[in-house]
């Protein structure tokens, strides 16, 4: 791959990441004209609680409760899936555990937004 696809590429992550925590900010959570901003209009996410979200209930769910994990994120790991899609995975130590996270991030109209998310609960090792 040539130099000037590389770049593109991390500026492509860089941006994905910045809004990916962007939506772990609650100052961000808590206004929904700028949630929605970032989601994509068929968001989904299963959550790490076993719950299902469309782009309304999540929206609505972060207005009411706007916190966020109690620690920042770590293993950011953002990949090309297609031309305009970005996959990031990453790991949270939050309140209530630790928690695999994947975000399919896809680019329409020149701007990143978030299509789907998936939080999955760390198992304690035995």
């Known amino acids: 791959m040539g130099d000037e696809y590389l770049a593109f590429a991390e500026e492509d992550h860089a941006e994905v ?9 609650p100052a961000v959570r808590s206004d ?8 994509h209009p068929d968001f989904l996410e299963f ?3 076993g719950r299902s979200w469309d782009l309304e209930a ?35 130590d939050g309140q209530n555990g630790a928690s695999l996270r994947s975000s399919l991030w896809v680019r329409e109209g020149g701007s990143w937004r978030l299509r789907f998310h998936q939080g999955t609960p760390v198992l304690p090792e035995r």
């Not at 990441?17 to 900010?25: A, I």
């Not at 929904?32 to 989601?39: A, H, S, T």
Request: negative net charge; proline residues 9%.
């Open 58 to 92: 999540i929206v609505e769910a972060l207005a009411i409760d706007p916190s966020s994990p109690s620690q920042e994120p770590t293993e950011l790991a953002p990949v090309h899936v297609a031309d305009d899609v970005v996959l990031l995975t990453y790991h949270i």
């Open 47 to 49: 959550g790490a609680s």
């Open 17 to 25: 990441v910045r809004r990916e925590l962007l939506l772990l900010n």
């Open 32 to 39: 929904p004209r700028r949630v929605r901003e970032l989601l």
